[in-house]
C-alpha cells in the first residue's frame, strides 16, 4: 500500500513562507489527483489545494495568490509553497492522494504542523 509522508512544517513569522512536501512511497501521483488540506484545532478539516494528473490546480480563496501546489513526479512528491502566511494559516496540514473524483478513496498522510505567530 502506498504511504504518503509530509514534512516542512514549523514556526514562522507572519509573512513568512514555508514550503511542504508529499513524498509517496511509489509512483501514484501522475495519475492521480493530490489535494492538501488542513485541520486548525476545534475546526473540521478543510481543503486548501490540490493538483490534477494532467496538472491543473486549484486554490481555496483564503490561499489564492500566496499559495502554489506543484509536482514532481520524479521524485514521486508533491509541493505546497506557502507565502504571507497569516496567523490563521495555524493547522496541522495534510496530504492526500486519490483517483480523479473518488475523495472516498484518499490515501492520507500523517501530518505536518504549520504555526504561525502574529
Known amino acids: 500500500q502506498v504511504q504518503l509522508v509530509e514534512s516542512g512544517g514549523g514556526l514562522v513569522q507572519a509573512g513568512g513562507s514555508l514550503r511542504l512536501s508529499c513524498a509517496a512511497s511509489?509512483?501514484?501521483?501522475?495519475?492521480?489527483?493530490v489535494g492538501w488540506y488542513r485541520q486548525a484545532p476545534g475546526k473540521q478539516r478543510e481543503w486548501v489545494a490540490r493538483?490534477?494528473?494532467?496538472?491543473?490546480?486549484n486554490y481555496l480563496d483564503s490561499v489564492k495568490g500566496r499559495f502554489t501546489i506543484s509536482r514532481d513526479n520524479a521524485k514521486n512528491t508533491v509541493y505546497l509553497q506557502m507565502s504571507s502566511l497569516k496567523p490563521e494559516d495555524t493547522a496541522v496540514y495534510y496530504c492526500?492522494?486519490?483517483?480523479?473524483?473518488?475523495?472516498?478513496?484518499?490515501?492520507w498522510g500523517q501530518g505536518t504542523q504549520v504555526t504561525v505567530s502574529s
Open positions: 511509489g509512483s501514484i501521483f501522475s495519475d492521480n489527483t
Open positions: 492526500a492522494a486519490y483517483p480523479a473524483g473518488r475523495l472516498d478513496l484518499r490515501t
Open positions: 493538483i490534477i494528473s494532467v496538472g491543473s490546480t
